[in-house]
T-cell receptor, first 114, second 109 residues
Framework: DTGVSQNPRHKITKRGQNVTFRCDPI?????LYWYRQTLGQGPEFLTY????????KSRLLSDRFSAERPKGSFSTLEIQRTEQGDSAMYLC????????????FGPGTRLTVT | LAKTTQPISMDSYEGQEVNITCSHN???????ITWYQQFPSQGPRFIIQ???TKVTNEVASLFIPADRKSSTLSLPRVSLSDTAVYYC??????????FGKGTSLLVTP
């Protein structure tokens, strides 16, 4: 399967700890996106990359959040000093530059902050 | 950014046609209407996209009237496996998708 993959699938952490998630996009896709989804809500956009450049960030992406895509391939999303409100599903998606809003989503990483 | 409004939930029996209508009164000239489907514990999946009139693929049809202030996603002969949340989006320009709450479709035998 050459779809978008995310690791880990589940993460339980204590408040105040740092966590890092990884996303491997579809190989030929140069755009990569991060979203957050809480129960009963649709996904909310966090940030997106075109190749290694981070081109857009949502106001939801506080200073405790940082995302990287160092070589334009996989990406990491780090949350520092986690809070209980960070508990959510973190979704990664990728797309071709030529695509008009057709994004391919991974299965997500479910974060629980205790 | 065009705001979309769609029903919170719908119920259907297996084998019926389901039509989910979405209103987007302030859609911009360049906006496309895009629909995604999401099953529990999975990421959303692109279903269909259109600009005007009718678009059909192997999964669904999308009907968009001339004024483009609304659109209807049509799922023919639904099965239990079509139980999911369906999102109507009218993204503006950029690449950030705003999903809203979607329509939760429940298909029963």
């Amino acid at each position: 399967d050459t779809g978008v993959s995310q690791n880990p699938r589940h993460k339980i952490t204590k408040r105040g700890q740092n966590v890092t998630f990884r996303c491997d996009p579809i190989s030929e896709h140069n755009r990569l996106y991060w979203y957050r989804q809480t129960l009963g809500q649709g996904p909310e956009f966090l940030t997106y990359f075109q190749n290694e450049a981070q081109l857009e960030k949502s106001r939801l992406l506080s200073d405790r959040f940082s995302a990287e895509r160092p070589k334009g391939s996989f990406s990491t999303l780090e949350i520092q000093r986690t809070e209980q409100g960070d508990s959510a599903m973190y979704l990664c998606a990728s797309s071709l530059a030529s695509s008009l809003h057709e994004q391919y989503f991974g299965p997500g990483t479910r974060l629980t902050v205790t | 950014l065009a705001k979309t409004t769609q029903p919170i939930s719908m119920d259907s029996y297996e084998g019926q046609e389901v039509n989910i209508t979405c209103s987007h009164n302030n859609i911009a000239t360049n906006d496309y209407i895009t629909w995604y489907q999401q099953f529990p514990s999975q990421g959303p999946r692109f279903i269909i996209q259109g600009y005007k009139t009718k678009v059909t693929n192997e999964v669904a049809s999308l009907f968009i009237p001339a004024d483009r202030k609304s659109s209807t996603l049509s799922l023919p002969r639904v099965s239990l496996s079509d139980t999911a949340v369906y999102y109507c989006l009218a993204p503006a320009g950029g690449y950030a998708l705003n999903f809203g709450k979607g329509t939760s479709l429940l298909v029963t035998p």
